[in-house]
């Protein structure tokens, strides 16, 4: 059977969009995947519940793990957006992104 002409003709516009589906997909997995696991959730709630930024020496206390493995998970949320960073002398600082949050909760809400 014959094609009718222009039936699957992707104009440009198309192209675009469906190249910009694709990015909002690959940020939105890596950043499921960041969250994928159970400490860094922790990490991510304690991060929000804290009224400053937090050094990584207050999260290895927190839970107990030991300094590498923190640093491990905080470079995984970091490397998703959801964690941002600030050295302070020979300290880092940590928080949520809110902005990367609220693009997480709002791509969620777009795929029902």
Not at 82 to 95: F, M, N, Q, S, T
Request: proline share 4%; hydrophobic share 45%; charged share 30%.
């Amino acid at each position: 059977m014959k094609a009718i002409a222009g039936c699957c003709e992707v104009t440009p516009e198309e192209r675009v969009a469906v190249s910009e589906v694709r990015d909002q997909a690959e940020r939105l997995a890596g950043a499921f995947k960041a969250l994928s696991d159970e400490t860094r959730v922790r990490i991510v709630q304690r991060l929000m519940r804290a009224s400053q930024p937090l050094c990584e020496c207050h999260l290895v206390e927190l839970f107990d793990l030991a300094q590498p493995t923190i640093n491990y998970h905080l470079k995984i949320l970091k490397e998703a957006g959801l964690v941002e960073a600030e050295k302070r002398g020979v300290w880092i600082y940590y928080w949520v992104s809110p902005k990367a949050l609220l693009e997480v909760v709002r791509s969620l809400a777009e795929l029902g």
